[in-house]
């Protein structure tokens, strides 16, 4: 069974950095595509970034050029440095990773961690 642990939420304030990590546990299969995730009060979940085995990156308009997703895959670990943070980015991060078995996808999720900016 594949368990998420994430950490590096926490109180900031605006213009601070943060940096979030996600390690993927228990996995027996290549992660495909690894991602971050966030869902303010009252808001749906919406996608972050997500960073593909091949290399590829995705961001969210929102946070183009100041958030930066990275990966380890030796540690099955990803990371979201994020810099310049405002007070809009206030929200519940979920890591997410997707892994293909046997030809079907499979998703997990992390617990999920606060990060609220605030003066």
């Known amino acids: 069974q594949v368990r998420l642990v994430e950490s590096g939420g926490g109180l900031v304030q605006p213009g601070e950095s943060l940096r979030l990590s996600c390690a993927a546990l228990?996995?027996?299969?290549?992660?495909?595509?690894m991602g971050w995730y966030r869902q303010a009060p009252g808001k749906e979940r919406e996608l972050v970034a997500s960073?593909?085995?091949?290399?590829?990156?995705n961001y969210a308009d929102s946070v183009k050029g100041r958030f930066t997703i990275s990966r380890d895959n030796a540690k099955n670990t990803h990371y979201l440095q994020m810099n310049s943070l405002k007070p809009e980015d206030t929200a519940v991060y979920y890591c997410?990773?997707?892994?293909?078995?046997?030809?079907?996808?499979?998703?997990?999720w992390g617990q999920g961690t606060q990060v609220t900016v605030s003066s």
């Open positions: 997410n990773v997707v892994i293909y078995m046997y030809g079907r996808r499979r998703d997990y």
């Open positions: 228990g996995s027996a299969f290549s992660i495909d595509t």
């Open positions: 960073i593909v085995s091949s290399a590829g990156t």
